[in-house]
């Protein structure tokens, strides 16, 4: 397995630390508000590592946070908690949002088939061991009590700028508007290990600890969560890449200093899903979440199928138009995939099935490149093999892409409706004698494979095979 490692900006083979298993971190979701389809991109190519580990003969030992408390609007500790934000203005408590949303990016992972990580554990239930991180870290002077507040020491950990690969006045340059002066801070980089004293002081959440009554920084709960259930020595972290800096740079100085040696091999983070406009986010409130996709009549595993056609270390670029190619490839693929279901016949080709399975694993050690993993699929479906053999291996790599490849043609429910919903529109538009909104409601159909027939009993449809 070779794979891209931040720390190191080279493609490296991959050692885990202990012969065949392998820890691996995930940073969660801030659950102040649903997931955005940016977000789900990342999980989507997290879930594909962990399953390609898993396929190459790996036992995966995955663990991931949930951001409840502590993670503030500025990475570099200025503003508001997201989650008492989005409260307040929900007019709920911190903790019933946190609630509400996990179990939002649960359902998402679910329609996703992302496997859930086998650890998933909240912040607000780790405040213990960030207070024995925090007070063995002020013991052994990383980090220090300023303002009532306690920040960790930048300038004593040497290696703080390698993950980043970029000096500290370029950084300054580049995060400026992110840094606010902070007075009590010692270095512009230093961060929140414990607030008892920020600028935002009505936190809903608080706790007693030997710092004061306060709230820990967002940087110490990923540590502390990923040493407390994966040990003193992790294989991978991954995340997007905005958590390059400062989030994995400072999980790192704090992690390092805390253990006294090195603390994760590989960093691997993903590339940014953009839409036309730029970068999508969820604080900007116009972000798409998986339920708008529904909504519009989109199935979530073709947005899963929309993502693997492209390498995670890629911007990718999403549109309507871009998903409704997604729509039309999958339902081919799936289509083909039922006729050879359909026709089974003949002996399993061992030989074939392993040359397939070693040339699928290779596409995943390349980095893991997930368009070749379908190209090998395709490759099967169109070689000259008996369709035992096909659908033998077509089961096999979707341990894998989990795209219900298998699943028998149905559509949802989510889906059913939406064309209900859009065959009233155009009754209603006809009626109107709006044709040119009735043939457009028609053609955005069409592009969805569903095709429509006005009957004297009313107009029914049918999916295009
Ligand atoms: P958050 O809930 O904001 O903490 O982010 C959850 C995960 O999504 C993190 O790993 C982020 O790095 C990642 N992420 C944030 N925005 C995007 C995006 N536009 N595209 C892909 N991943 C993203
Ligand atoms: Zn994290």
Not at 50 to 73: A, F, Q, S
Not at 87 to 97: G, R, T
Not at 115 to 131: G, L, M, W
């Amino acid at each position: 397995m070779r794979l891209y490692n931040t720390l190191t900006k080279k493609i490296m083979e991959f050692k885990p630390y202990n012969d065949n298993e392998v820890t691996m971190y995930t940073c969660g979701p801030t659950v102040y508000y649903y997931a955005h389809i940016g977000n789900l991109r990342t999980y989507i190519s997290e879930d594909i590592l962990e399953k390609g580990l898993n396929y190459l003969g790996y036992k995966v030992k995955r663990c991931m946070n949930i951001t409840d408390v502590g993670h503030l609007t500025g990475d570099g500790d200025t503003g508001e908690d997201k989650l008492m934000t989005a409260a307040k203005k929900e007019h709920k408590s911190v903790l019933d949002i946190a609630k509400f949303y996990t179990e939002a990016f649960f359902k998402d992972l679910e329609r996703l088939n992302i496997k859930k990580p086998e650890i998933v554990s909240p912040a607000t239930e780790n405040i213990d061991f960030y207070i024995k991180m925090i007070e063995k870290l002020l013991k052994d002077g990383y980090a220090y009590a300023s303002g009532g507040n306690i920040y960790f020491d930048t300038s004593k950990f040497s290696n703080y700028y390698e993950l980043s690969g970029r000096s500290k006045d370029d950084l300054m340059l580049a995060v400026r508007d992110d840094v606010e002066a902070d007075n009590n801070k010692r270095n512009p980089f230093d961060f929140g290990l414990w607030f008892t004293n920020s600028k935002f002081n009505d936190q809903e959440l608080k706790w007693d600890s030997p710092f004061g009554y306060g709230y820990p920084g967002w940087h110490i709960e990923c540590s502390a969560i990923a040493i407390q259930n994966l040990g003193e020595h992790l294989d991978i972290h991954c995340g997007g890449v905005d958590n390059i800096f400062p989030h994995h740079t400072n999980e790192i100085a704090q992690s390092e200093c805390y253990l006294g040696h090195k603390w994760c091999n590989y960093w691997v983070h993903m590339e940014f899903l953009n839409d036309k406009t730029g970068k999508m986010s969820k604080s900007k409130g116009d972000s798409k979440d998986l339920n708008s996709l529904i909504e519009k009549g989109y199935d979530p595993i073709v947005y899963r199928y929309f993502c693997l056609q492209s390498h995670y270390r890629k911007v990718l670029v999403y549109s309507l138009e871009s998903l409704d190619m997604a729509t039309n490839a999958y339902n081919k693929l799936k289509g083909k995939i039922k006729n050879i279901k359909s026709n089974l016949s003949g002996q399993l080709e061992k030989d074939k099935i392993e040359f397939y399975q070693n040339k699928f694993k290779e596409a995943f050690s390349n980095d893991m490149n997930t368009s070749m993993m379908l190209t090998t699929l395709y490759d099967v479906i169109k070689s000259d093999m008996n369709n035992n053999t096909k659908f033998y291996l077509i089961e096999d790599f979707d341990k894998v892409l989990s795209l219900s490849l298998l699943d028998d043609e149905q559509i949802s429910l989510e889906f059913e409706s939406y064309i209900r919903k859009k065959i009233e529109e155009r009754t209603l538009a006809k009626k109107n004698k709006d044709f040119a909104l009735a043939d457009k409601i028609r053609e955005e159909l069409a592009m969805k494979n569903v095709l429509i027939k006005d009957t004297k009993e009313g107009t029914v449809f049918e999916i295009r095979k």
